[in-house]
C-alpha cells in the first residue's frame, strides 16, 4: 500500500474504533485511535497471517497487550474481511465474540489480554517456542501501552528476551502519555523506555507513530534485526484525529461525547479492505513423537518425596511424549525437574527467579501446541496469580507444579511454605487440583494431568513419604481413595499428601482404643469426590478433614463444597494451620500445626464424643 | 574501625555463620558468606541504629532482601551486641526467634523477607515515609542477592525510587554469581545490574565486594548521593574464605560439609563487638493528628455506589487522622481514592500500574507507623498475592481496597473482574475480609478496619446500589445483619454486596409465594458470624449463599467454614460465578451467572422442595 492508502486505513480504524465503542456505549476508543497508524502499518505491510486458517503454525502472533484497546483489534479484524461490520457492532454486546477486552473466543486471538503488563511475557513464550521449539520463522508482535510499562511482569519479560536473544520477538509500545487518570511517569520521553529497554539488551527504535512513512520503516527495521528482540516506540497521541478528546485527561475508557461528529472529522467512514500476507508454506509443525510411557514404578514400603516421583514421572513422560516442556524458576533441584532437563535439555526451559515471566512462559507455549509444565516453590505460584487467573479466561491448558508444600517443609519457615496455594488454585475457573500422598500416585497424577484442559495443578511434598500405593493402581481425576474402612466406624478422617500418612497412624491408634474410623486420601481436591463422601457421610455421620494449608479455600472448604447441593450434611470439623509458624523440624512443625497423628486422633475423639453427647 | 579489623569482623560474621547452619543442620552459610565483608562495613561505618531502641524512628532501616542468608544478619546482631552467642545457635529452633528467613518475631527486623525481590519494593515504601511524610533524615538499606534481581517487582520499585527520587534508599546487590541452581543470568558482570539501574535514573558504584576498603568508599559514596537512589553493585564469590566451598555450584543452602575445618581455615572464632553509632538525637516521629471522625452520611433508598462511599469515607478518615496514607495503582478515579487525594494530596502516594509495589508500598509504610489504605480493581490485587501473603509473616497491619467486584461490573469482561479475591484474601493468616452493601455500611467498615491488626480486605461495587442501612447503623466486625426474617422462614439466604440487593427481592417474589425466607447480610466475610448463621440454619434447616464470586473460596466456603466445628449442619446450598463471563450488562451478567433474584428465588424453591421430598 501507498502511504496515502496506508493513512486511510489508520482513519478507517479510528472511524471503526469510534462507532464501536459508540453502539457499544462503552469501550476505549481514545487507546485505540492512539495506535490507528501503527496498526494500519502492521496489518498491510508487516504482519504474515492466514486469518482463513488460524490454527497455521506457521502464522505470526499477534498479541494485543493494551487489550482495551479492542476496538482497534476488531477494527483490524474487520480490515482483514475477518469479521463484517455488523458484528463490529456487536462490540461488547451479551452473547457476542466481540468482548470488552479480546479472549479466544476469537479464533485469531491466541491469549486473553486485559490485565496489563501480560502481553510481552506471553509474547516470551511464543517466541520461546518459535526460536527454540517449533522453530518455525514466524514473529510475535506485541503491541503495548506505555502506561504498563510500569509492571514488573514487563521487566521480567523484557530481561528474559534479550538473555535468550528472541529476535522474533518484536515489541511495539504506543506511547499515548497518558494513563487512566492522568499522565504516565515518562509522559512523551521516548528516550526513558529506549534507554531501559537498550540497558536490558533490546534493539530499540524510536518513532512519530502518527507518520506512517516512518512508522514502516521502524516496523522494516524491526522485522531485519533477528539477534535480539526489537521495541518500536512510539510517539502518539490519545484520542488523535478528534480534537475535542486528543491528548486530553479524562478521555479514556469512555466511548467519544460526540461520535457523529467525531467520524466526520476523521473523514467519515472508508471501506479499506487489506489483503493480508499469509505465511510462508511448507512449514508445517514439528512432528512430535508419541511412545509408550513407562512411568517409573515405586515399592510399597519404601520412602520417597513425591516432588521427586513428579520429577522422574515428568522425565518419563518426556521421553513418551514430545511435546511436553519443563520450565522452572531456578529451583529445579528443588522441584526435581532436573530429571527431566537431564534426559530432555531440548525441551527444558530455565525462566531463573521470575514466577510470573514462568507461567506467561507457559501461557504461551501452550498457544503454539505444547504442553507446558511449570514448576517452582507452592508458595512462589502466588507471585503469578494474575497470570494464572488470566490463564483460565485465555482457555489455556497449563500445568502447574507447587513443591514444598506446607508446614512440613520444617526448618526454613513460613516465607516457604505453600500455605495458601490450593485456596489460590480451586478458585481458578475451570481448574483441576491433586495433591498426591505418594510416589505411585504421584507418577499416575503427572501422566494424567497432561491430557486435561484448563489449568491443572499438582502439589508436592518436600520430605520423603511412604508409598502406600502399588504401581498399578490407578487414581482417576475426581476420585479419592478409601484406606481404611469397616462397618462400624464413627467418624471419617479426609485428608491429603503429607496427612493421609498421619491419618492412618491416628486411625491405627483409635482403632487401638476401640474407635474404629474411615480413611479417605482426596488425591483430587478438584474436582472432588462427592460420592465416596457421601457413603462415608453416610455411614459415619461425621467428617473431619486435616490439611497442611490454611483453613481457608483447601480440603476443609472443597469437602464442605461437596455437601452444598442440598444434601444432608454430615457434622464436620477440620484441622488446619492456623497460626503464623516459625522455624521447627517437620515433625515438630506438624504437631504445632495441629495436624498431626496425635492431633487427628484427639480430634475425633472430641467430635465422636460431643455426637453421642448431643 | 581500621581495615584490619573490619576485614576481621568481616570473618567473625563468616565463622559465626557456619556455626548456626551448623548448629542447625540446615540454613545458608554460603550465600552469608559472600555478603560478609560488605555487611561489616555497613555496620561498623554506615548503619544509624540503635539497637537498645529498635523504635526509634529516626533509625536507619535494613531491610534483608536476601532473607536466607538469615545467619549472617543474625551474626551481624551479636557483632551489635543486641543477641549472645548461646542465642546465635538456636537458629533454626522451634520456639526460637531465629528463624530460618528473618521475621519480626525479632524486634530489629521490620518485614519478614525470604520471598526474594521484596526487599526494595518494601524498602521503597519505608524510604517515601522518610522523605515525604516523616521527613525524617533515616537511611533504608536494602541487602539484595543477584538471583532476585530477576524478579520484575525489583524493577517496579527501581522504576518509582528513581521517579520519586528517593536519595535516602541505598540498596547493596551481594554478586555472588550462583544462584541455587547454577549461575545467575550475568554471573559476574556487575555492568548488566549497573546499565539497568542507571537506565531507571539511578546512581550506580561497582565494586570488589571482599576489599573492605572499596567497600567502605563505596557505601561513604552511597550516603553521600541524596538526591536519587543509589545501588552499590559488590562483586563477591559464594562461600567466600572456605575453600571447600567458595564459587561452587552445588553449595546452595546446607551447612558447610565441614565446619571445624571451615572455622580454622577462616582463622577460628572472634569476638569482635561494634558499637553502632546510633541515629541523631531529637528527630521525633512527625505528630500525627486525630480530629473527630465525620463518616458521610448516605440517605435511606438513594442509589449509590460502595466504591464512592469507600472514596468519601476514605476522605474523612483522613481528615480525623492524621496517620492516614492512600496508595493507589493509577486507577483513583475507579477506585475513588481521588476523594482522598483532593483532600489530602500530601498523604495519596501514586504508586501507577505496579500492584506489586502498591502493596510492597503499603508494607513498608506501615512499618514506619502509617496506616495505609492500598487501592486497585479487586483483580489486580491478585497480581501482588505474594506481597499480601509475606505481609502477613510480617505481622503488618495494611489495608487492601479492592474495587470493580464480580460480574456485576457488566461490559468490560473477566479480565477486570475480581472473581478470586475472596479466596484470596480469606487465606491470609490472620486476615479480616469485608463486603459492604451499601454506603453507610461501607463508610462503617472503612473506619473500622483501620484499627485492626493484620491485613484487612474491603471490597467494593462499581456500580450504584441503594442504600439500605441508615447512616447511625453499626456494624461490628465479625457480625452480619438480618435483614427479614420470620417465625416461619423455610429457608436462610446469606449474601454480601451486590447479591444482599438481588436476595432481598428474591425474598419479596418468596414471600409473595407463600415461600417466607430469612435474609442474612454477611457483610463481615472473615471473621464470620456463626451464631447468626447457627441460629438461621436452626430456624429453618436450609442455608442458601448467593455470591459474586466463584463458588471456592468465598461465602459459601465462609458459611461452611462456620459449621466446621463439629455441631449439626443444615442442608447447604450455594450460588456463585461458575462459568466464564464474557460481555454484558450487569443485570445480564447477574442472570447468566445465575446469582440474581429470580435464580435464587428458583434455587430456594428447589432446596425447600427437596427437602420436603425427603
Known sequence: MRYEELTELAQQLRVDSVRAADAAGSGHPTSSMSAADLAAVLLAHHLRYDFSDPENPANDRLVFSKGHASPLLYSLYKAAGAIDDEELLTFRKRDGRLEGHPTPRLPWVDVATGSLGQGLPVGVGMALAGTYLDRLPYRVWVLSGDSEMAEGSVWEAAEHAAFEKLGNLKLIVDVNRLGQRGPTRHQHDLGAYARRLRAFGWHTIEVDGHDVEAVDKALTEAVEVDERPTAVIAATRKGRGVAAVEDQ????????????????????PRFVRVEVEPPPAASARRVRDREP??????????????????GRALAALGSARGDVVALDAEVGDSTRTEYFEKEHP?????????EQQL?????????????PFASTFAAFLTRAHDFVRMAAVSRAGINLVGSHAGVSIGEDGPSQMGLEDLAMLRSVQGSTVLYPCDANQ???LVAAMADLDGVRYLRTTRGETPVVYGPDEEFPVGGSKVLRSGDGDKATIVAAGVTVHEALR?????AADGIPVRVVDLYSVKPVDVETLNDAAGATGCVLTVEDHRPEGGIGDAVAEAFSDGRPVPRLARLAVRGMPGSATPKEQLHAAGIDAESIAAAVKLLVERIVAH
Do not use: M, N, S
Request: with cysteine; charged share 25%.
Open 346 to 354: 531440548d525441551r527444558y526451559l530455565e525462566f531463573y527467579i521470575a
Open 506 to 510: 491416628a486411625a491405627d491408634a483409635l
Open 249 to 268: 485527561e479524562g478521555k479514556h475508557g469512555k466511548p467519544l461525547p460526540d461520535a457523529e461528529a467525531a467520524i466526520e472529522e476523521l473523514g467519515g
Open 293 to 310: 510411557l513407562e512411568l517409573p514404578r515405586f515399592e510399597l514400603g519404601a520412602e520417597e518425596a513425591t516432588r521427586t516421583a513428579y
Open 442 to 444: 504421584t507418577a499416575r
Open 359 to 371: 507461567v506467561a512462559g507457559a501461557v504461551g507455549l501452550q498457544a503454539c501446541g505444547w504442553v
